[in-house]
């Protein structure tokens, strides 16, 4: 799962601290609603795509809870998918759950890639592209 986790410094005596108030790109509904009975100087989104950038902002709240005006906008983006590398021989890459067999031949999950016979003997580099989803590496893998 991706989060974000904002933490705001501030000093400005009896006012509330204060609270994220929206989040854009893409936008869940109720989220200001919710944020603004917190009393926390941190907060962390959670269930968000990676790769992507969220605009947040804050604002004051008072002891009678009236909002006061908006920060500007701050962008934060979370990490995108960091690849993992797999070498090992086709047998054990299915044992592994990073590829499958049919009909005597080893399959790349996800991208079904032809991996050869189905046996001890051929070995390949798998690069997990996203969850789930290998690719044949063995010219080279970036992770």
């Known amino acids: 799962m991706t989060a974000i986790e904002l933490r705001l410094i501030v000093d400005i005596g009896d006012v509330n601290t204060p609270q ?3 989040r854009t790109a893409p936008q ?3 989220d200001a609603r919710a944020l603004q009975s917190r009393r926390s100087a941190s907060y962390t989104d959670t269930g968000l795509a990676s790769g992507t950038g969220y605009h947040y902002t804050v604002a ?3 002891s009678a809870g009236s909002v006061g005006a908006s920060s500007s906008p701050v962008l934060a983006t979370t990490n995108g998918y960091i690849p993992a ?3 090992d021989n086709n047998y054990n890459q299915v044992a592994a759950g990073r590829a499958h067999q049919s009909g005597g031949y080893a399959y ?3 991208s079904n ?3 050869g016979l189905y046996n001890l003997y051929l070995t390949h580099t798998l690069e997990e592209t996203s969850d789930g989803h290998y690719v044949i590496a063995d010219s080279g893998c970036p992770a």
């Open 113 to 115: 890639q032809n991996m």
């Open 108 to 110: 790349a999950n996800g």
């Open 85 to 87: 590398c797999f070498t």
């Open 20 to 22: 994220p108030a929206a």
């Open 60 to 62: 004051a709240v008072d």
């Open 28 to 30: 869940r509904l109720g």
